[in-house]
Nanobody, 113 residues
Framework: QEQFVESGGGLVQPGGSLRLSCVAS????????MDWYRQAPGKQREWVAR???????VYEDSVNGRFTISRDNAKNTVYLQMNSLKPEDTAVYYC???????WGQGTQVTVSS
């Protein structure tokens, strides 16, 4: 059974940075594309970024140029470096393997002064 455990969220001021981590288990991590999603209060969950098994990346328009997704296959971990954070980035952030249906518990990111 696949499992995804997110961490690294917190409270940050506008313009600040955070790095989220997600450890995957129960999958062949190096062979799988990984995604980050987020869900803001009162809104539907939305896709944020993707990294392929070869390291190729793609981003949702509103985070392109501010967020960077990366992976460490030796640690079964995918990261989301978030810079120049805005209040509208406030959400619970989730990761998952693209091919899998399981969701983790998420990690809360709050951007506020």
């Amino acid at each position: 059974q696949e499992q995804f455990v997110e961490s690294g969220g917190g409270l940050v001021q506008p313009g600040g940075s955070l790095r989220l981590s997600c450890v995957a288990s129960g999958i062949v991590f190096s062979s799988n594309t990984m995604d980050w999603y987020r869900q803001a209060p009162g809104k539907q969950r939305e896709w944020v970024a993707r990294i392929g098994s070869a390291g190729n990346t793609v981003y949702e328009d509103s985070v392109n140029g501010r967020f960077t997704i990366s992976r460490d296959n030796a640690k079964n971990t995918v990261y989301l470096q978030m810079n120049s954070l805005k209040p509208e980035d406030t959400a619970v952030y989730y990761c998952k393997g693209t091919a899998f249906g399981s969701w983790g518990q998420g990690t809360q990111v709050t951007v506020s002064s």
